[in-house]
């Protein structure tokens, strides 16, 4: 099982609408990423949010952590077939004596002109 | 800047063969090293970390092993391959104030 859930896993639309994704767990995480990654590649950081119920813009992404810090969303605005990539949340979590960085399974988001 | 070079890109290997990927880090001292794999619609699951040279914690068990002969210097290695070894492979490093940054991944196939 995931610690952390993404939803959706898949997410086709049209350019210029809008969309929403989320990153719920019943754990709580002392911050949570938001990693882009393009096919072939290694992912690469878009946000870090740490404090619960912290709002962060980056253009037209607008991340959210949730109150609790237990989950977070991704929305943009006015999507563009430059978004497309696999979305990945990630928490961040004190185990072990060192900090682990624990990753949903993505959402893939396809935008088509 | 600091950069992460991990290699080969691509892989194919017969089972039972043995493996060695290498990843370097520069411009950055004493970092945290990682190795993770990633699968079809599962995320990137971790597969070893390290705090230093010589020192590496597994996270799942498994047929790899990992070693950090140098501080910048990070290898995930096989004895012998098995199928489901398959896989998309990368490297990481953090110093624990920003984000993870990632190589650009090593497919390995194991034929």
């Known amino acids: 099982t995931q610690l952390l859930e993404q939803s959706p896993q898949f997410l086709s639309i049209q350019e210029g609408e809008n969309l929403t994704v989320y990153c719920n767990s019943s754990s709580v995480f002392s911050s949570l990423q938001w990693y882009r990654q393009e096919p072939g590649e290694g992912p690469v950081l878009l946000v870090t949010?740490?404090?619960?119920?912290e709002v962060k813009k980056l253009k037209r992404l607008t991340f959210q952590f949730g109150d609790a810090r237990k989950d977070s969303s991704l929305h943009i605005t006015a999507a563009q077939p430059g978004d497309t990539g696999l979305y990945l949340c990630a928490g961040v979590m004190f185990s072990g004596g060192y900090n682990k960085l624990i990753f949903g399974a993505g959402t893939r988001l396809a935008v088509h002109p | 800047s600091q950069t992460i070079h991990q290699w080969p890109a691509t892989l194919v290997q017969p089972v039972g063969s043995p493996l060695s990927l290498e990843c370097t880090v520069e411009g950055t001292s004493n970092p945290n090293l990682y190795w993770y794999r990633q699968a079809a619609g599962r995320g990137l699951q971790l597969l070893f970390y390290?705090?230093?040279?010589?020192?590496i914690s597994s996270e799942v068990p498994q047929n790899l092993s990992a070693s950090r002969p140098q501080d910048r210097q990070f290898i995930l290695s096989s004895k012998k391959l098995l199928l489901s070894d398959s896989g998309f492979y990368l490297c990481?490093?953090?110093?624990?104030?920003?984000?993870?940054?990632f190589g650009s991944g090593t497919r390995l196939t194991v034929v």
């Open positions: 990481a490093w953090s110093n624990g104030r920003r984000g993870y940054t």
């Open positions: 390290s705090v230093g040279i010589g020192q």
């Open positions: 949010v740490v404090t619960g119920g």
